[in-house]
């Protein structure tokens, strides 16, 4: 399980290098000001739960709680539901897609992913014999 969330959080996080990059010097010129302001949002967010991955991962090792496991998926899902959505949301215009408001809906629950994955894993330390 460890090794599945170090390879999982340092995927997620040069992807998070590359968004942040590509946003801060090849968006710039083309999004407005409120649309590079959701992208930032996205890679934010996307960062704050690669470290979360990453803290995981110490916790696994040593520790029979399914609850990291489930923090594990939901941190995962919270990542490509939240912030997936808002880096597409945040291109629409640019990509003269339409319909893409209809995954407006998807950025909260990638937020209530994100909010289950913090509950879950406080709840395994709690059910867990961490020292």
């Not at 083309?30 to 949002?41: A, F, M």
């Not at 996307?46 to 709680?65: C, D």
């Not at 945040?90 to 909260?108: A, F, H, K, M, Q």
Request: proline fraction near 3%; include cysteine.
């Amino acid at each position: 399980m460890k090794k599945k969330i170090i390879i999982t959080s340092s995927l997620f996080g040069m992807l998070a290098v590359i968004a942040g990059a590509f946003g801060a010097h090849g968006l710039q010129a083309v999004l407005s000001p409120k649309n590079i302001e959701v992208w930032h949002t996205a890679v934010q967010y996307q960062f704050y739960h690669v470290f979360a991955l990453l803290f995981l991962s110490t916790l696994t090792t040593g520790y029979k709680e399914k609850l990291f496991e489930v923090s594990y998926y939901l941190f995962v899902f919270g990542i490509i539901f939240f912030s997936g959505s808002l880096y597409l949301l945040s291109c629409r215009d640019l990509l003269d897609w339409n319909w893409l408001p209809v995954l407006g809906p998807i950025t909260p629950i990638g937020g209530l992913l994100f909010i289950a994955g913090w509950f879950s894993l406080g709840l395994a330390a709690l059910r867990d014999k961490l020292s």
